[in-house]
């Protein structure tokens, strides 16, 4: 059976395309990363990258804080792609396996659960093969406005 959509269900996705789109142009440690959008859906967003030379540690494996910039860029869009202004208020992340230099990455992130004021969000970075290299877990806020002053 085949799956259909609804202009709801089109409109959503166009909504959270728009969204991460947005945030992206802002988002110069992403573009920094060389990160590329692959997909986008409320609350899920699938990005790439290629680990380069500046990326690699000592042993000659992506650095582990690349590799966390990388799933919580995929968490960031993923709670941002409501259009409502997200933060991460926390984050973990395990690593699984090392990433090697010239390998293509791909972070999936997966909302698990999503109130007004606060989200969890899954990312699993994996491999071209789709081995899973390091799995992250982040807790998002929502972003408050100044307060204002007397």
């Keep these: 059976m085949a799956h259909e959509t609804t ?15 947005s945030l992206y142009v802002e988002d110069q440690a992403s ?3 060389g990160i590329e959008i692959i997909d986008v859906a409320p ?7 290629t680990v380069r030379a500046d990326m690699v540690n000592g042993y000659g494996m992506c650095h ?4 966390f910039a990388f799933a919580d860029s995929a968490f960031a869009f993923a709670c941002n792609s409501y259009g409502d202004p997200m933060v991460a208020a ?3 992340i395990e690593f699984l396996a090392p990433t090697p230099r010239d390998e ?6 997966v909302e698990l659960s999503r109130s007004s004021r606060h989200g969890i ?3 699993a970075v994996t491999n071209a093969a789709g081995a899973v290299l390091a799995q992250f877990r982040g807790r998002c806020s929502r972003l408050r406005g100044p307060t204002p002053t007397a």
């Excluded at 582990?64 to 590799?67: A, Q, S, T």
């Excluded at 293509?104 to 992130?109: D, F, N």
């Design 104 to 109: 293509r990455v791909i972070a999936t992130a």
């Design 64 to 67: 582990g804080g690349i590799v």
């Design 31 to 33: 573009q920094a990363l």
């Design 90 to 92: 926390g984050a973990s």
């Design 43 to 49: 609350g899920r967003v699938r990005i790439a990258m």
């Design 121 to 123: 969000y899954d990312v």
């Design 7 to 21: 202009p709801a269900v089109d409109d959503a996705a166009k909504r959270a395309r728009a969204a991460v789109q």
